[in-house]
């Protein structure tokens, strides 16, 4: 049985972990009978708003509102996990792109939390496996060098990847791309999804690629 470490950054594809995909991860690692752990930073959402009408609200915890999609089993962000882990996954949202990395607001001159950067530089080094959705791989391309993701098929986002140099594949958001050298796999989720469905089978294909990842 595996062992994977759910990276999130709090609740909702506005501000935090989008919250389909992160289900859409959830099950797909599930059905396998893996163990997740869920984790986040202990940090303030770089933007906090309301998902019914879009405003700013007060700010809000990362690692609190991650305990929503948790159901409350969450633990803070810590390098020490990576001694107990398979696998990453990082769903995306708003959250991905705006707490654990400034990319929203930065492309491709962006900075990744150092809590967030210190643990994906860390996994890699120890050729821990990591899938990342939507949005993320965007993050994990600053912290990876030379990875090869996909966000689907966004142009203007494929080249702020490569701006980071990084390589980026066009996929559709059934499937997924794997990064053999770098031990990467990476879905487009609703970067181009047109339903939950389509997230899932994404979200599968990461897994699969994972597992056979882990195996190696």
């Known amino acids: 049985m595996f062992r994977i470490a759910m990276l999130l950054s709090g609740c909702g594809n506005m ?41 700013s609200i007060t700010a809000r915890n990362a690692l609190e509102e991650s305990a929503r999609i948790a159901r409350g ?25 705006l707490t654990l990395c400034d990319f929203a607001l930065r492309g491709e001159s962006c900075q990744v939390h150092p809590e967030v950067e210190a643990f994906i530089v860390s996994a890699h080094r120890r050729g821990i496996p990591i899938g990342a959705m939507c949005i993320a791989p965007a993050l994990v391309a600053r912290c990876i060098p030379g990875a090869t993701v996909t966000i689907g098929t966004d142009k ?30 990476s879905t487009p989720a609703y970067m181009t999804a047109e339903g939950p469905a389509q997230v899932l089978k994404g979200a599968e294909s990461m897994v699969d690629a994972l597992e056979k990842l882990i195996s190696l």
């Open 15 to 55: 501000d935090g972990s989008e919250i389909h995909e992160s289900v859409s991860a959830i099950i797909a690692i599930d059905q396998r009978g893996w163990d997740i752990v869920y984790t986040a930073p202990d940090v303030p959402q770089k933007r906090t708003v309301s998902h019914m009408s879009g405003k």
């Open 73 to 97: 089993a969450v633990e803070k962000l810590s390098e020490e996990l990576l001694g107990s882990i398979d696998a990453i996954v990082i769903p995306g949202g708003m959250g991905a792109a």
């Open 156 to 185: 203007s986002t494929a080249e702020k990847i490569r701006g980071m140099g990084c390589e980026h594949v066009d996929c559709s958001p059934e499937e997924s791309y794997t990064d053999m050298k770098n031990r990467v796999v």
